[in-house]
């Protein structure tokens, strides 16, 4: 399912909104939402509107860019190595490298889409906090968004799981196309690629595995693996925008990791608006002020022109 380059790119797309907030012209509705989705979204407005937000992103918002979410409706069913088994299990610790080998690529050649553009654009506006992300593709750092919370880790960055040394994953892709040579041009038609960059590849048997190049020890993609805890200083930052927030906006995830939705759940508890924008059901609607099931870019994108400036204080 390659529909990258079908996708218009940020500078491409018309409905962005990248002029901002312009007080007495309200944009008018765009042709692709319908009026009760728009009167969900100006219910957003209203809920939202005059309080700093904190911004919560998952696989939803990268669909946009070409990167399938394996949660979506439209996903093939697919489950993620735990931890446990990539450390304990040779057979399946190659397949996995394997598949990132050739998976990685493709994030990286990844564009930030409408989505990740407005949100950056609600920064500079001085209306979010921060921003946490359960996405491993670093396309918020790419759409200029600086305050981020990386909270999965990030696809670029590999560690050494006995000295703990970090590399960039374009170091280790150089090790593993010394140890593995040609496999990249028998693999590279790969189809499908998940948001953690495993790749739909089968011929894995032989692969040879890089060790690290200081301590010889096991290196792994620097992602939090199911079975595995975000560390603990991540999880305090991100408590840090949400209780700086007067409200939380979720867009594109369906919170079914404790991960992300401790941070629904701690919003809801101290009485603060929380706003859920996903298609389909998530784990986190029970505690939402408001629901809304539309495409994410779309939203974000009705948000942006929408939400007004905040009073100066
Ligand atoms: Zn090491």
Wanted: aromatic share 6%; hydrophobic share 40%; proline share 6%.
């Amino acid at each position: 399912m390659r529909q990258r380059g079908n996708l218009p790119g940020p500078e491409s797309n018309p409905r962005l909104g990248l002029t901002g907030f312009v007080s007495g012209t309200p944009a008018p509705h765009p042709a692709h939402l319908g009026p009760e989705e728009c009167q969900l979204l100006d219910a957003a407005v209203v809920l939202l509107g005059g309080r700093r937000i904190a911004v919560l992103t998952g696989a939803g918002l990268s669909t946009d860019s070409g990167i399938p979410d394996y949660r979506g409706p439209q996903s093939v069913p697919r489950k993620p190595m735990t931890y446990q088994q990539f450390v304990g299990d040779e057979v399946l610790r190659r397949r996995y490298w394997a598949r990132n080998h050739v998976g990685w690529r493709h994030l990286r050649r990844a564009d930030p889409n409408a989505g990740h553009a407005a949100l950056a654009k609600l920064e500079q506006r001085g209306l979010l906090t921060g921003l946490i992300t359960q996405n491993v593709d670093k396309l918020h750092s790419s759409a200029g968004s600086v305050n981020v919370i990386d909270l999965h880790g990030t696809f670029d960055r590999v560690v050494c799981l006995q000295c703990t040394a970090g590399f960039p994953r374009s170091h280790v892709a150089d090790l593993l196309e010394d140890l593995n040579p040609g496999y990249l041009e028998r693999e590279s038609d790969a189809g499908d690629v998940a948001p953690d960059a495993d790749a739909d590849v089968d011929d894995t048997g032989d692969f040879v595995l890089a060790r690290c190049p200081v301590c010889d020890g096991m290196l792994k993609p620097d992602f939090v693996y199911f079975g595995e805890n975000v560390p603990r200083d991540r999880v305090a930052d991100a408590y840090g925008i949400v209780d700086d927030a007067g409200a939380l906006l979720v867009a594109g995830s369906s919170l079914s990791v404790m991960s992300g939705l401790r941070f629904v759940r701690h919003v809801s508890k101290a009485g603060k608006p929380v706003v859920i924008v996903n298609r389909g059901w998530t784990r986190g609607d029970e505690f939402a002020s408001l629901k809304i099931e539309v495409g994410v870019s779309e939203a974000l994108t009705y948000l942006v022109e929408r939400l007004p400036d905040l009073a100066s204080s």
